[in-house]
């Protein structure tokens, strides 16, 4: 595999509650779906999964191929990436939530021997803990050649490429969140997010995928021969690693932020990010970006609109701008309804 393609690797940037209604999906394009997947495509994404939701109504929209001849479904899957960190931000709060856990509990105390830190896992959760990227590190971009991409990765041999301070995001802080899951849980990562969100929310498509090429994966381009959807994911594990549909991830923001711990989530900045868009409208999301794929989750402060963006092989800067086009449209035919 080229060192150019290994680049593109980098990340850009309670259950017992009742699963939401299921909103009415529409396969007509009503706020502009279809005409954002074909532009998306038309940008030079190979493929693109377009979903909204707003209040009890839901259009989605696919548009180009999830593989050579193979068009593009909306029921595709994607390697979610980053988007991932949100899921893992909930479970770490449930943790908290029933005692297992403090936000104020210093890493090194948690995973003994484990990374020489005094961040808590708070600042794991926010990216203030000052330990490096493991995913921007030469040594680990340089030792992901000839093919070791589809080898599986324990988390502690991760960390070995982020044994440098640094400021800001970091993927790095979302591993040791997956360890830590795993030491006070007492389950595997991808054990409790069945238990705890997937299983409970009917997310069928969501998972950490145990094969290289899941079901119904998308994709997106060939590099060089090499298939850019082919990979074990423990490469991003609890940090991006994760598989879902736009639906699904559109789902799980819609049930998450009408959950206690979902406005633990927003007040915290934990595994979300706060923003006000163009037009005025105050949004949480996260964007996503692996190895050919890449997206965007968003979901309006009043958690009337979810938009979720998916792209095979597409720039993340496209699917963050369609992403935004298409809440602030929403938020405009919103308000012509309320004076109408």
Known sequence: MRITAILALLCAVACSSPAPRTPSVRPSPAPGVQAEATRLVEAGSSGAVVHVRKGDQTWQAAAGQADTGVPMRTNHRFRIASITKTFTA???????????????????????????????????????????????????????ANGAHLRHWPPRELLKYADKEAQGYSNTNFILLGMILEKVSRKPYRELLSERITGPQGLTATELPTDDLPKDLAHGNHTDGVDNAELDSSIFWTAGGLISTAANVSSFYHWVFAQEVGRQLQTGGFGIFAETLSCGRRVFSHSGWIFGYSGMAMSSADGETEVVVQLASGQPADAIAAAERLMCTASTDSRRRTTE
């Open 90 to 144: 909930t479970l770490v709060l449930q943790q908290v939530e029933e005692g297992r856990l403090a936000l104020t509990d210093r890493v090194d105390k948690v995973l003994p021997g484990v990374i020489k830190t005094k961040a808590t896992v708070a600042d794991l959760l926010r990216h203030t803990s000052g330990i490096s990227d493991y995913l921007r590190d030469e040594r680990f971009v340089k030792d992901l």
